[in-house]
């Protein structure tokens, strides 16, 4: 896969999981009939539970249907035991009154799909006020959960990072997250906290995001490549808005807070083209009308676009685009002094002199 969208096959599957009517058992009948049902990639393996629940609302059986059965089941006890321990974890926050909002992949299984066994995951992810970060690590701590890499510096890492994962002794894994998304927008992450609604989960309490805000993040943590092939992103957001209501003007709002236009002008366009969900002409021509910032196209086809991830002049690219992203100019050559600022408060460096000998230091260990 040279990008991150979903190949001939991939299409043939999401429309047999989330289609309806003749053109689900259409897609269903090419599909199985041009895969090895026993050499799926990741990517499609992933959404055979949700295969398995619209088959079986087609009424259709078979020997293939009883293996989507056993793989369907089998998901859904594994994330049983994932969600005990989120339930856990959510109570401790709320007896020590933490205030916390389900992510996407834990709305989705909760106010969705409403079923644990649709839906495959590694981990769930939850958001904490940044202010609350310590109390809520101090109480993962007090239950068993450790940091999955152990940060040298907390404050550093908050600033870098949109979260840290956590894992318990059975390890099931958690991301806490201090934001949204990797990109950092206060007026987007307050807003996104603003209209959370407190609701009952799991037999617990938590916040939920709005739609809108879940949609948005389906978009764009879904749209990047990825080694495994990241289209689930596309029955995700298909799920959400076959069952919720979106507030639009929201929606573009914080498209445009986050700076995330392009992506979901290009995300937004994709469904409509699958026809698999039926979006307003109005959206449409909403999100077509977005203006495109030059530094969001360079990011954009970045993180899109299959690349070699260790490889030296990647990382040399994806600093230059994450320091294009904080200051909003696009250049070729960044401002000398600016730049060393930028990789000093990157690195945890105290001065020019030791952005200059890492900086050598990194260049020499690349090479070796």
Known sequence: MRDCWPDANQILLLQASVGRGGQAMEAWKQWSGSVDFEDLDTGSYRLLPLLYKNLESHQVSGPIHEKLKGI????????????????????????????????????????????????????????????????????FQSLG??????????????????GITLTDPDEHAIELQWRVLDDESVNGDRSFRD?????????????CPDAADVLLQIIVDG???????????????????????????????????????????????????????????????????????????????????????????????????DYLKLTGRLTVVPHPVQFARYLANRWGLNSLAAVFNTSLRKIVHRRG
Not at 81 to 109: E, G, H, N, W, Y
Not at 113 to 138: K, M, Q, T, W
Not at 145 to 162: G, K, N, T, V
């Open 72 to 139: 369907f089941r089998h998901t859904f006890v594994t994330n049983q035991f994932q969600f005990k321990s989120l339930q856990s974890v959510l109570r401790a926050l709320q007896l020590r009154k933490v205030p916390v909002i389900l992510m996407t992949d834990a709305f989705l299984m909760a106010k969705v799909y409403e079923n644990v066994g649709l839906r495959p995951h590694n981990h769930l992810s939850i958001l904490i006020h940044p202010s609350c970060i310590a109390d809520a690590r101090d109480i």
């Open 145 to 162: 959960w450790r940091a999955l890499f152990e940060p040298d510096s907390m404050s550093r890492r908050m600033q870098r990072y949109r």
């Open 195 to 207: 209209h959370a609604t407190r609701e009952s989960v799991f037999d617990a309490e938590a916040m």
């Open 223 to 321: 749209i990047k490549w990825n080694e495994v092939a990241p289209f689930r992103w596309i029955a995700d957001a298909c799920s959400l808005l076959d069952k919720f209501e979106v507030n639009w003007d929201y929606f573009y709002s914080q498209t445009i807070a986050y700076k995330k236009s392009l992506v979901v002008q290009r995300g937004l366009r994709y469904l409509n083209e699958l026809k698999l969900i039926h979006l307003p002409e109005s959206v449409l021509l909403s999100v077509n009308g977005f203006e495109i910032d030059p530094v969001e196209k360079k990011v954009f086809q970045f993180v899109t676009t299959a690349a070699r991830p260790l490889s030296l002049l990647n990382r040399v690219l994806y600093v230059q685009l």
